[in-house]
């Protein structure tokens, strides 16, 4: 998903490869496209500080709870933009455009894929991460540590599955820190051995490819504004409803008539 810096992209837009400078590697020419749009970038940092934020804040609990809560329903906002941004943003950010079918996978492993953007393997970790993150931060807002923190929509469901929830909350979370770990572990695995670099591109937008390559493959089309907008609107909208701020909010509690002290 690729928006040139600083604007976002028109809807449609081809984005060329850069034929004016051709790096060669090992006597192979090699172009700049535009790989992972603005939206796409902006999304994957944030949830990184997202993730690491709820993981620590989780971790150290007592009076960073409520940081820890605000985390998870940032989490469900920026998975609702992901998703969405999934069927309408441009064309490497589409999950069409990645699904890991057993034949990509099949391919991938035999060393036969040919393709741009995530591998079979990338996509499937992008789908696992996306679900149990989506699982993780929908547990927690029913959660309840029965000492001073509750999930925002807590209160929609009976004591019993609070508590429920909130052991898959807390086994959930051992599932994803394990799939995070091997993530990084892959990005690093792809960074020395394989030779490329997987974190660039999702900082610059860019990748250096081999020119046939880019030559192979259909032009890239970005989101556009409309779709961007679309996505974003969607995803505020659920952090406004899971947030807890439209539920009725319980009356004061009515003032107690302070009982007279005896005077000695």
Do not use: C
């Not at 192979?28 to 690491?52: C, K």
């Not at 807002?141 to 807590?154: C, E, R, V």
């Not at 820190?177 to 091997?182: A, K, P, Q, V």
Request: aromatic share 8%; hydrophobic share 50%; charged share 10%.
């Amino acid at each position: 998903m690729s928006l040139p810096s600083p604007s976002l992209p028109q809807a449609d837009s081809a984005a060329a490869p850069d034929l004016a400078a051709q790096p060669r590697v090992s006597g192979l020419a090699r172009v700049r496209i535009h790989l992972w749009d603005l939206p796409t970038r902006v999304f994957h940092w944030s949830l990184v500080g997202a993730v690491l934020t709820a993981v620590i804040t989780g971790q150290i609990g007592g009076d960073w709870m409520p940081v820890h809560g605000k985390a998870g329903v940032a989490i469900v906002g920026l998975v609702v933009f992901r998703l969405i941004w999934g069927f309408i943003g441009s064309t490497h950010s589409r999950f069409l455009n990645f699904v890991p079918t057993p034949q990509k996978v099949l391919a991938y492993l035999r060393g036969r894929w040919d393709g741009i953007g995530h591998n079979p393997i990338g996509a499937l970790s992008v789908f696992a991460l996306l679900g149990l993150l989506a699982a993780q931060a929908g547990t927690g807002l029913f959660t309840n540590d029965d000492i001073a923190f509750s999930g925002p929509l807590a209160v929609l469901v009976s004591d019993a599955l609070q508590s429920q929830l909130t052991g898959l909350h807390h086994l959930i979370a051992n599932g994803l820190l394990i799939l995070l770990g091997l993530h990084v572990l892959a990005i690093a695995f792809y960074t020395w051995f394989k030779k490329d670099n997987l974190v660039k591109p999702m900082i610059t937008g860019h990748k250096d490819i081999e020119a046939e390559d880019a030559h192979s493959h259909a032009p890239i089309r970005h989101g556009g504004w409309l779709a961007f907008l679309t996505a974003l609107v969607a995803a505020l909208a659920a952090v406004v409803l899971v947030s807890g701020v439209l539920l009725p909010q319980d009356p004061p509690a009515p003032a107690t008539q302070q009982q007279a002290q005896p005077g000695w």
